[in-house]
């Protein structure tokens, strides 16, 4: 009964993983760039993120842009884009292989009629 409990702790920490990877996908915090010109008032961070740029100017007013196409980013959060979306793939079949494989899923009632 302690495998149970133990396959039920992994299926359920695989999904906050998973929805921890698509979190992470979305957000526009990957690359953070500050820039304070002469005074605090045109002071203004550049938040880079997979999917969109933002701009976040000192009087808390943002700017987002998604990016027009593949080759507007730079070649690191290129290689991270492709990186989270097959991290997210894997941790999804990973999921569905641990729910059909667990102790409390029964694809097959009697295992007499299973070929050897």
């Given at each position: ?30 690359r ?8 605090i ?5 550049i ?21 027009d196409?593949?080759l ?8 991270a ?24 899923t029964?694809?097959?009632?009697d ?6």
């Amino acid at each position: 009964m302690a495998s149970l409990g133990l396959q039920i702790l992994g299926v359920a920490l695989a999904i906050i993983g998973w929805l921890g990877n698509i979190l992470i996908c979305a957000l526009p915090l990957w690359r953070v760039t500050a820039f304070i010109g002469n005074n605090i008032v045109v002071a203004q961070s550049i938040w880079e993120g997979l999917w969109m740029s933002c701009v976040v100017q000192s009087t808390g007013q943002m700017q987002c842009k998604v990016y027009d196409s593949l080759l507007a980013l730079p070649p690191d959060l290129q290689a991270a884009r492709a990186m989270i979306v097959i991290s997210i793939l894997f941790s999804f079949f990973g999921l569905l292989l641990s729910v059909v494989g667990g102790k409390c899923t029964t694809c097959i009632e009697d295992e007499t009629v299973c070929p050897p």
